[in-house]
């Protein structure tokens, strides 16, 4: 369970950091090549998405004393979103065909990745100092 507690603190905070990166307040990274490849991206993205999905259903510590569901909530959802923001971009990215979305999730997912960044980075920071506290 702690490899996924790992894994889950890690890669929001290297999610956040992808998504300010593509976000527009963003003036100092501009000059990290290595941001811009797309294979590192999607890998990142699929992780994320992953990490997120099993911490919905996993307990940080212990089944036994843990609630299923609420265990790891606000770090699981914020996976889930960055994980699918960072894959909408990739697509984006290397896509031919221009992506046809609802302007909702189109808003949410590729017009707000400032504020998905630093949910993201929140997220993983309190599920790293208040790892037994559940999140509702």
Do not use: W
């Not at 905070?13 to 990274?29: H, I, Q």
């Not at 265990?71 to 960055?82: A, K």
């Amino acid at each position: 369970m702690m490899q996924f507690y790992f894994l889950s603190v890690l890669l929001n905070l290297v999610c956040a950091f992808f998504l300010f990166y593509k976000s527009d307040r963003n003036s100092k990274l501009k000059d990290i090549k290595l941001l811009d490849n797309p294979v590192i991206i999607l890998i990142t993205g699929c992780l994320t998405f992953v990490t997120g999905l099993v911490k919905l259903f996993l307990v940080c510590h212990g089944e036994k004393n843990g609630i299923i569901i609420l265990g790891d909530f606000i770090p699981s959802v914020s996976g889930l979103i960055g994980g699918s923001s960072l894959l909408l971009q990739y697509y984006k990215m290397n896509s031919s065909v221009e992506l046809q979305l609802p302007e909702g999730v189109k808003k949410v997912f590729l017009d707000n990745n400032f504020i998905i960044a630093v949910v993201c980075a929140a997220s993983a920071v309190l599920h790293f100092f208040l790892a037994k506290v559940i999140f509702f």
